[in-house]
């Protein structure tokens, strides 16, 4: 059963689902992977969990993992008919100003997060940050509607839903990392009807944006041998330094080497890459933590070997996320052959 790699981002980025709010994306999720798996559930935190079993006595294995959850709000008071909010995630005060948005009420209520114009600003003010707590919402609703129509506790996201972009690119908002879930739909297609010595574990991750608190509980329930994370990465802009980040959009999926991912699996999905003509970049991270849910993946328990794939992608955490469909596609054959190489269920 094919489905439209594009098709499923846009469906899974046009549901409002910022972390801790994640029901509407996961119930949808879940259906797309239903054709692929023998079993899929949604457990207590809200992860969709999938099962392919290779039908081996005591199988190794295999969770691929991604997170469902995208950047949002959450609404704590009425000022005069303007919503006050705080983040759900790494919202940037940078590049939300004059952003419309969407509160998840029923039916859903849109706004326009307020912004002076620069004609009545001080010239300081105008060469200055915003911080998100001078920042409200503007729902053009009196003070007694919006306070009886928006209670404090409901979330938002920004609007928009997802295009097609220049050379095959895609922008939109929640990009980060629902193409990271369109991919290992992808890639349980690829492997379809192939026969392999590991069970193939799926996880669309909750609350990564807040934590990783979903991938923490799902990988200690799931208890895999192995696991490789897809989330999205940062590539080179104009605006870039060249310390930052070498990494190009559309030159297929960055695997990154460091004392975070484990070195054995690490190399492994670097060979798979090469073996297999699969268009793949190198990334270092040689100090902090990956910034993904292997952050949690690799501690549970006693360890999980993991490893980490990297969507490059400009504009993160913004309404304009930007990524190429080519990398989506490099990703999902990268973890198809991952899986693929595991014979007895031994990294090889």
């Known amino acids: 059963m094919k489905q439209d790699v594009k098709e499923i981002i846009v469906q899974l980025c046009e549901i409002p689902g910022p972390a801790g709010f994640e029901e509407k994306v996961a119930l949808h999720t879940k259906t797309l992977l239903e054709p692929y798996v023998d079993e899929a559930w949604i457990d207590v935190p809200g992860n969709v969990i999938g099962v392919r079993k290779c039908g081996r006595e005591n199988a190794k294995k295999l969770l691929f993992d991604a997170h469902i959850d995208e950047i949002g709000f959450?609404?704590?008071?009425?000022?005069?008919?303007?919503?006050?909010?705080?983040?759900?995630?790494?919202?940037?005060?940078?590049?939300?100003?004059?952003?419309?948005?969407?509160i998840c009420t029923e039916p859903q209520i849109h706004g326009v997060i307020s912004v002076l114009p620069p004609h009545i600003l001080k010239k300081e003010d105008t060469e200055s940050n915003f911080k998100l707590e001078d920042l409200f919402i503007d729902v053009g609703l009196s003070h007694d509607e919006a306070t009886r129509l928006i209670s404090p506790g409901t979330h938002g996201v920004v609007m928009g839903g997802v295009q097609s972009f220049g050379d095959n690119l895609i922008r939109g908002k929640a990009i980060d990392d629902r193409a990271g879930v369109a991919a290992i739909i992808r890639c349980l297609e690829l492997l379809d009807g192939?026969?392999?010595?590991?069970?193939?574990?799926?996880?669309?991750?909750?609350?990564?944006?807040?934590?990783?608190?979903?991938?923490?509980?799902?990988?200690?329930?799931?208890?895999?041998?192995?696991?490789?994370?897809?989330?999205?990465d940062h590539v080179k802009t104009p605006d870039t330094?060249?310390?930052?980040?070498?990494?190009?959009?559309?030159?297929?999926?960055?695997?990154?080497?460091?004392?975070?991912?484990?070195?054995?699996l690490t190399e492994a999905v670097i060979k798979a890459a090469k073996e297999n003509d699969v268009k793949h970049q190198i990334n270092v991270n040689a100090e902090s933590n990956s910034g993904t849910n292997a952050r949690a993946?690799?501690?549970?328990?006693?360890?999980?070997?993991?490893?980490?794939?990297?969507?490059?992608?400009?504009?993160?955490?913004s309404a304009n996320e930007v990524a190429s469909l080519d990398d989506v596609e490099s990703a999902a054959k990268l973890l198809s052959h991952v899986a693929k190489a595991m014979r007895g269920g031994v990294i090889s």
């Open 241 to 264: 330094k060249p310390s930052e980040t070498i990494m190009e959009l559309g030159s297929g999926v960055i695997v990154t080497r460091g004392p975070n991912m484990n070195p054995k």
């Open 74 to 102: 959450v609404v704590t008071g009425v000022e005069e008919g303007f919503l006050r909010f705080s983040k759900l995630g790494g919202f940037d005060a940078r590049v939300i100003p004059a952003t419309c948005v969407t």
């Open 297 to 317: 993946i690799q501690i549970s328990k006693s360890g999980v070997a993991t490893a980490v794939l990297g969507l490059p992608m400009k504009y993160m955490h």
């Open 194 to 232: 192939v026969e392999l010595d590991v069970d193939i574990y799926v996880m669309a991750s909750v609350q990564e944006e807040v934590g990783s608190r979903g991938a923490a509980t799902g990988t200690y329930a799931i208890s895999p041998d192995y696991c490789v994370v897809i989330d999205v």
